[in-house]
């Protein structure tokens, strides 16, 4: 299954990339792609999958771009 | 009473006259400082009615218990006056040493008045004040004059100014400080111009008053360490607010080409990872824990200093892509004092009054080269175009007609922020109902909406999340004053803040007495509004009708064909009146106003403007 995952701010520098496109070894729940890529999990986070905000347990499917963000508040 | 200096600085620019005034413990404690005071004390002075750019305005500079004593981010400071964009109480604030210089000369707060008969600035040191001969900064931008006076004066004075837009009186001018940044987007800046003050310069050397000044150093230390710490475990700062570019063009909320649609595929070119790139410094105000500001080299070479609305504003809202070029035009609206958001807004609606047939020009989406010329027009009120666009989107669809007030992006006057929200209510509700007008600064509640709402709803949560947020940010940090960052960022605890102001003033606060002060500062900001304008409606708080048409919808993406809907719209800002007790027309009722303490402001009040 192949998706595109985009980091966002700080996320960049923890993840270490900004955007790719992986090749996922199984299913996944966006919590799980969250750590797949190495985002911390004590770390507060928004996911979108095309555009949409999901939650952590939501099926990330083939073709997807998923987009995990630091929380932002507006400055 | 402890933590406040107790005294407030009049100055007659008329007379040059000056005169230390007293206030009460029982006013300290209502109004708490910074925005409490300032829209006290100009409810008090000022006749409704009156012209903002005339010798009767008066402009407030505020403080507060905890202003400049070392603790995270205390260096701010409120300017408020009448605004000339809006037509009532305006406020902003902004980083800047007179927060301790000021404390440090005896004062919380200053009052300036009248109107001098040639450029002056004042210098103020202690119990002195002068009256100098502003003429050689006169016709300068700020860097220059702020740089005049910190050779004349000392870097460590604390220094107010205003560039061309401000001595010209354009109604988004601002009020700068190297120390810092700017503020006052309601136009503060032209009321100081129309006063003929250039700047204002503060020195003080007295000790600031506090109740315990031991707990004091010990909480403040504390606290400053702790929220480095915060901000560098978060790596916040390596994008600063500018990473929320990104995603907002993800999730279909950034404004391009005068918020006409809600992303672009060249945002990724002026995004917080361009920006960390291009890099050059970061920048903070005084006790600053996480810099916000980001500098580059601009097209010209210029140290620009950027952060998210700038950029989004300056940026995407006009179509340009190109970073240095964003950060140019920052630069010339920062040295000719001119509100960055209100400049990108004003420039967006022109070229897309250009667009529809509304204006006449050749001014297009995506020049940067004619947006440079542009904003020195408006800064300079040159010519036909520049001197209109100087009064702001709304006035000068007012002129072009042709329903290019639907598209002036804007509330009450005040042009809005950087979030392009005609698929997400929730934060349109928060511009609608912000006190002064289209501000972010009062509540941003969108990644709320995407997560822990739907987007879609329009439900009493919403109006709910926006009070809280209403309460501590339009609120807590305006009263204090004090910088939101370290809480809304990077998760420095709210509740740090009671301790900071009981150590300062012996008291014994929780938050739920700093959402009283809040509630009250609010409704005396819409006493200011009532009575300037008796006839308000709820309407006064709506967004531009360009949100609720289907023809200005997403034509693709996960919100193609969503707008915003009228009456949807109207049931979430009940709510939001609701749960604020004001009513049907957005205005505090009787029984709210005597729960706050406003019997005398109601009456008051009630002399022009009927109150239920």
Same mark, same amino acid.
């Given at each position: 299954?192949?998706? /595109?995952?985009?980091?966002?701010?700080? @996320?960049?520098?923890?993840?270490?990339?900004?955007?790719? /496109?992986?090749?996922?070894?199984?299913?996944?729940?966006?919590?799980? @792609?969250?750590?797949?890529?190495?985002?911390?999990?004590?770390?507060?986070?928004?996911?979108?999958?095309?555009?949409?905000?999901?939650?952590?347990?939501?099926?990330?499917?083939?073709?997807?771009?998923?987009?995990?963000?630091?929380?932002?508040?507006?400055? | 009473?402890?933590?406040?200096?107790?005294?407030?600085?009049?100055?007659?620019?008329? +007379?040059?006259?000056?005169?230390?005034?007293?206030?009460?413990?029982?006013?300290?404690?209502?109004?708490?400082?910074?925005?409490?005071?300032?829209?006290?004390?100009?409810?008090?002075?000022?006749?409704? &009615?009156?012209?903002?750019?005339?010798?009767?305005?008066?402009?407030? #500079?505020?403080?507060?218990?905890?202003?400049?004593?070392?603790?995270?981010?205390?260096?701010?400071?409120?300017?408020?006056?009448?605004?000339?964009?809006?037509?009532?109480?305006?406020?902003?604030?902004?980083?800047?040493?007179?927060?301790?210089?000021?404390?440090?000369?005896?004062?919380? =707060?200053?009052?300036?008045?009248?109107?001098?008969?040639?450029?002056?600035?004042?210098?103020?040191?202690?119990?002195?004040?002068?009256?100098?001969?502003?003429? !050689?900064?006169?016709?300068?931008?700020?860097?220059?004059?702020?740089?005049?006076?910190?050779?004349?004066?000392?870097?460590?004075?604390?220094?107010?100014?205003?560039?061309?837009?401000?001595?010209?009186?354009?109604?988004?001018?601002?009020?700068?400080? $190297?120390?810092?940044?700017? &503020?006052?987007?309601?136009?503060?800046?032209?009321?100081?111009?129309?006063?003929?003050?250039?700047? *204002?310069?503060?020195?003080?050397?007295?000790?600031?008053?506090? =109740?315990?000044?031991?707990?004091?150093?010990?909480?403040? *230390?504390?606290?400053?360490?702790?929220?480095?710490?915060?901000?560098?475990?978060?790596?916040?700062?390596?994008?600063?607010?500018?990473?929320?570019? &990104?995603?907002?063009?993800?999730?279909?909320?950034?404004?391009?080409?005068?918020?006409?649609?809600?992303?672009?595929?060249?945002?990724?070119?002026?995004?917080?990872?361009? $920006?960390?790139?291009?890099?050059?410094?970061?920048?903070?105000?005084?006790?600053?824990?996480?810099?916000?500001?980001?500098?580059?080299?601009?097209?010209?070479?210029?140290?620009?200093?950027?952060?998210?609305?700038?950029?989004?504003?300056?940026?995407?809202?006009?179509?340009?892509?190109?970073?240095?070029?964003?950060?140019?035009?920052?630069?010339?609206?920062?040295?000719?004092?001119?509100?960055?958001?209100?400049?990108?807004?004003?420039?967006?609606?022109?070229? +897309?009054?250009?667009?529809?047939?509304?204006?006449?020009?050749?001014?297009?989406?995506?020049?940067?080269?004619?947006?440079?010329?542009?904003?020195?027009?408006?800064?300079?009120?040159?010519?036909?175009?520049?001197?209109?666009?100087?009064?702001?989107?709304?006035?000068?669809?007012?002129?072009?007609?042709?329903?290019?007030?639907?598209? =002036?992006?804007?509330?009450?006057?005040?042009?809005?922020?950087?979030?392009?929200?005609?698929?997400?209510?929730?934060?349109?509700?928060?511009? &609608?109902?912000?006190?002064?007008?289209?501000?972010?600064?009062?509540?941003?509640? *969108?990644?709320?909406?995407?997560?822990?709402?739907?987007?879609?709803?329009?439900?009493? !949560?919403?109006?709910?999340?926006?009070?809280?947020?209403?309460?501590?940010?339009?609120?807590?940090?305006?009263?204090?004053?004090?910088?939101? %960052?370290?809480?809304?960022?990077?998760?420095?605890?709210?509740?740090?803040?009671?301790? %900071? %102001?009981?150590?300062?003033?012996?008291?014994?606060?929780?938050?739920?007495?700093?959402?009283?002060?809040?509630?009250?500062?609010?409704?005396? *900001?819409?006493?200011?509004?009532?009575?300037?304008?008796?006839? #308000?409606?709820?309407?006064?708080?709506?967004?531009?009708?360009?949100?609720?048409?289907?023809?200005? =919808? +997403?034509?693709?993406?996960?919100?193609?064909?969503?707008?915003?809907?009228?009456?949807?719209?109207?049931?979430?800002?009940?709510?939001?009146?609701?749960?604020?007790?004001?009513?049907?027309?957005?205005?505090?009722?009787?029984?709210?106003?005597?729960?706050?303490?406003?019997?005398?402001?109601?009456?008051?009040?009630?002399?022009?403007?009927?109150?239920?």
């Amino acid at each position: 299954m192949k998706v /595109t995952v985009k980091l966002i701010g700080p @996320l960049i520098y923890e993840g270490g990339f900004s955007e790719k /496109t992986l090749t996922l070894p199984r299913a996944m729940t966006a919590a799980e @792609l969250s750590a797949f890529v190495k985002i911390d999990k004590k770390r507060p986070t928004i996911i979108t999958r095309n555009g949409k905000a999901v939650t952590s347990k939501d099926k990330i499917a083939d073709g997807d771009r998923v987009v995990i963000s630091h929380i932002y508040s507006g400055g | 009473m402890k933590g406040w200096t107790g005294y407030i600085l009049r100055v007659n620019l008329t +007379d040059k006259t000056w005169k230390k005034e007293s206030f009460t413990e029982e006013f300290a404690k209502k109004w708490v400082g910074g925005r409490g005071f300032a829209a006290k004390i100009l409810f008090d002075e000022l006749k409704p &009615g009156i012209d903002p750019l005339g010798p009767e305005n008066k402009l407030v #500079v505020a403080l507060g218990p905890i202003a400049g004593i070392p603790a995270p981010n205390t260096g701010k400071v409120v300017v408020a006056a009448k605004s000339p964009l809006t037509g009532f109480y305006g406020d902003g604030n902004l980083g800047s040493n007179v927060s301790s210089q000021l404390r440090k000369a005896g004062y919380d =707060a200053m009052i300036i008045e009248g109107k001098a008969d040639k450029p002056v600035y004042l210098n103020i040191e202690d119990d002195k004040v002068e009256f100098l001969d502003a003429a !050689e900064m006169w016709g300068k931008g700020t860097y220059f004059s702020n740089e005049w006076i910190y050779k004349k004066h000392g870097k460590n004075a604390g220094v107010l100014n205003i560039g061309q837009a401000g001595e010209n009186k354009v109604l988004f001018a601002m009020i700068r400080s $190297l120390e810092g940044r700017a &503020g006052g987007r309601p136009g503060i800046g032209a009321v100081m111009g129309s006063k003929m003050l250039k700047a *204002i310069v503060v020195k003080g050397t007295k000790a600031i008053p506090q =109740a315990d000044p031991e707990l004091m150093r010990k909480l403040g *230390i504390d606290g400053l360490k702790k929220a480095r710490e915060l901000d560098q475990t978060s790596g916040w700062s390596k994008q600063s607010t500018n990473a929320v570019l &990104g995603w907002c063009n993800e999730v279909n909320g950034l404004p391009v080409q005068n918020m006409r649609h809600t992303s672009h595929p060249e945002a990724h070119k002026v995004d917080g990872e361009r $920006l960390n790139d291009a890099r050059i410094a970061t920048y903070g105000c005084p006790s600053c824990t996480m810099h916000c500001g980001i500098t580059i080299h601009d097209d010209e070479g210029r140290e620009s200093e950027l952060d998210y609305e700038n950029i989004g504003m300056l940026g995407p809202n006009v179509n340009v892509f190109d970073l240095k070029k964003v950060g140019s035009l920052n630069y010339l609206c920062d040295d000719y004092g001119l509100d960055t958001i209100s400049a990108g807004a004003v420039l967006g609606f022109y070229a +897309d009054a250009i667009e529809h047939g509304a204006a006449s020009g050749d001014f297009k989406f995506g020049d940067a080269d004619k947006a440079k010329t542009l904003l020195w027009d408006i800064a300079a009120r040159k010519g036909e175009a520049g001197n209109l666009l100087a009064d702001g989107a709304l006035k000068a669809a007012k002129v072009y007609g042709k329903n290019s007030a639907d598209y =002036a992006m804007q509330v009450k006057g005040l042009e809005m922020a950087a979030y392009n929200c005609k698929s997400i209510p929730g934060q349109a509700l928060a511009f &609608g109902v912000a006190p002064i007008g289209g501000h972010h600064r009062e509540a941003w509640i *969108i990644t709320f909406e995407l997560k822990h709402s739907k987007r879609e709803s329009y439900g009493p !949560e919403k109006a709910a999340k926006v009070i809280e947020l209403q309460r501590i940010r339009g609120g807590l940090f305006e009263l204090l004053p004090a910088c939101r %960052f370290p809480w809304v960022e990077v998760g420095y605890e709210l509740e740090n803040y009671p301790k %900071f %102001f009981n150590a300062a003033t012996g008291l014994n606060w929780t938050l739920s007495d700093f959402w009283a002060a809040a509630d009250r500062a609010y409704s005396m *900001i819409k006493l200011h509004y009532l009575r300037e304008f008796p006839n #308000v409606t709820r309407k006064d708080d709506y967004p531009p009708a360009v949100w609720f048409d289907k023809a200005n =919808a +997403d034509t693709e993406g996960p919100q193609k064909g969503v707008v915003l809907e009228y009456d949807k719209y109207d049931s979430l800002l009940q709510h939001y009146y609701d749960a604020r007790g004001y009513d049907k027309r957005g205005i505090p009722t009787m029984e709210t106003l005597k729960k706050l303490g406003l019997e005398a402001e109601a009456a008051a009040a009630a002399k022009v403007a009927a109150l239920n």
